[in-house]
């Protein structure tokens, strides 16, 4: 039987991903973010972009963003810590992502995707959507590791065309329109 302390340091890096998860999910609630959707459904998946219903459940088309982003962390981490271990990266990525979605869904931000986007009614994501997105962003970031650069790259690429052929947005449209509003980019997700 394995004792406490083996125990602890045989996964002390799932111990501390865990914990920033935890922590960040303690944070939303703090912040009076919902654990699941209002609306009183709770979903693996929605391909709903109501904003009732998008970025409430566990996974939604949005998810697709945290795939790159853990695509990305991952390239950038190895490219800036050569010698650092897989395990500091991830850390490091899980860290980022966690402290993004804290901002993600801080006033000021939501306020800026509801004047700068179509998305008038949205009011942030539920603390389900932000675990999940995580997860999503570590998968993408183990997987990454085991494929050549190329082939993320081709990843990165080919989500981010589906995703604006399917909902007419990405992540390099979001960066956009977060940090610098286009008139004619929002008027062609509004279907215009």
Request: glycine share 6%.
């Amino acid at each position: 039987m394995i004792g406490y302390r083996a125990f602890i340091k045989k996964n002390k890096t799932l111990i501390i991903v865990l914990s920033i998860v935890l922590v960040t999910a303690g944070i939303l609630f703090f912040m009076g973010r919902p654990f699941f959707c209002k609306c009183g459904e709770i979903k693996f998946w929605t391909a709903s972009m109501e904003s009732a219903k998008g970025s409430q459940q566990l996974f939604d088309p949005y998810t697709f963003t945290h795939l790159i982003h853990g695509a990305l962390f991952y390239l950038i981490l190895r490219f800036l810590f050569p010698r650092s271990s897989f395990a500091k990266r991830i850390i490091i990525a899980v860290f980022i992502e966690s402290a993004w979605e804290i901002l993600e869904n801080s006033p000021m931000i939501i306020e800026q995707y509801r004047a700068a986007t179509i998305s008038l009614d949205y009011y942030g994501d539920s603390i389900l959507n932000s675990i999940g997105d995580i997860m999503a962003m570590i998968v993408a970031f183990i997987a990454v590791k085991r494929f050549p650069v190329w082939v993320s790259i081709i990843g990165v690429i080919a989500i981010e065309l589906i995703l604006l052929l399917l909902i007419r947005d990405n992540l390099t449209l979001n960066i956009i329109m977060l940090l610098y509003p286009v008139d004619a980019i929002k008027i062609w997700q509004g279907g215009g």
